[in-house]
């Protein structure tokens, strides 16, 4: 994840799009002086295709606060990156917290369903 320092342009992208599948929401803008709160997650998977299922189910949501919160999802060998980079820390909260809730429903829904079958 890089942070582009503040001073740059009044716009920039604070987070870059990784070439490893990785998926991010819409960017976060960064202005001059204000502080950036960080938080990553890391989760196993027993495989990397189980990791690949859990990330395509939980990109497809946006952040709700686009400009102010920026998420971006990974898939490293079987463990499912996250990085959220926002200005406000309670909407980091919120963001991280949604993102728990979802989460706890995509793994329950794989162990409910057993591992990938491939054809």
């Known amino acids: 994840m890089a942070v582009i320092p503040s001073g740059a342009h ?3 992208r604070a987070l870059e ?3 490893n599948s990785s998926k991010s929401t819409v960017p976060l803008t960064q202005r001059p002086g204000i502080r950036h709160h960080r938080f990553a997650l890391f989760v ?6 189980e990791a690949e299922i859990a990330c ?3 990109t497809p949501d946006v952040e709700p606060h686009r400009g102010l919160v920026g998420k971006e999802l990974k898939v490293s ?3 499912l990156e996250v990085h959220w980079i926002a200005e406000d820390c309670r ?3 919120i963001s ?3 993102f728990l809730d979802q989460l706890f429903l995509v793994v329950n829904t794989i162990q409910l369903f057993g ?3 491939s054809c």
Do not use: Q
């Open 96 to 98: 991280i917290m949604n």
């Open 10 to 12: 009044p716009v920039a």
């Open 44 to 49: 196993p998977f027993p495989t990397s295709s």
């Open 115 to 117: 591992p990938p079958v």
């Open 56 to 58: 395509g189910s939980l």
């Open 17 to 19: 799009a990784s070439r």
């Open 77 to 79: 060998g079987s463990m």
């Open 91 to 93: 909407l980091l909260r």
